[in-house]
């Protein structure tokens, strides 16, 4: 259930990307100080996404790497045929959850990836902004 809950907050983070192309847009027509407040704010966003990011891979990792204690394989002391039928359970079990663990880290990994291209172009952006802004300041003096 937890996991579920991360993963609907991961997927939220593809409204940046919708969020970043208009901004891309409007900075190139306006040098309104609003944008770069608008900006900034996203970047705010990004930096969340990292965080909500790095706290999934842990919370995976560590349900990768801890051992349920209910299905830690046991001694056979009275040699039962349905001990080996739970065994195989277990170590079915066990393959399982390593697969979908490693599904979830490649997934992280991808939006990962995905995050670190939307801090790039945001990043593009901002330096747009930055030389709207700038550089007609900049031209009027050498001009005088």
């Known amino acids: 259930m937890f996991l579920g809950a991360q ?33 900034h704010v996203i970047r705010a966003h990004l930096l969340h996404f990292e965080s909500l990011l790095q706290d999934f891979h842990k919370t995976v990792m560590f349900v990768k790497n801890t051992p349920n204690p209910r299905m830690l394989p046991r001694s056979n002391v009275l040699g039962d045929d349905d001990d080996d039928e739970v065994e195989k359970m277990k170590k079915r079990s066990r393959g399982m959850m390593d697969r979908e ?19 790039k172009r945001l990043k593009n952006v901002m330096d747009l902004v930055g030389g709207v802004i700038f550089v007609p300041k900049n031209f009027h003096f050498n001009c005088l």
């Open 101 to 119: 663990c490693g599904n979830l880290l490649l997934e992280i990994e991808r939006l990962e990836r995905s995050r670190q291209m939307q801090e």
């Open 7 to 39: 993963i609907i907050k991961l997927q939220l983070g593809s409204k940046i990307q919708t969020d970043d192309e208009k901004q891309e847009i409007e900075v190139l027509k306006t040098n309104d100080i609003q944008m770069t407040q608008e900006l």
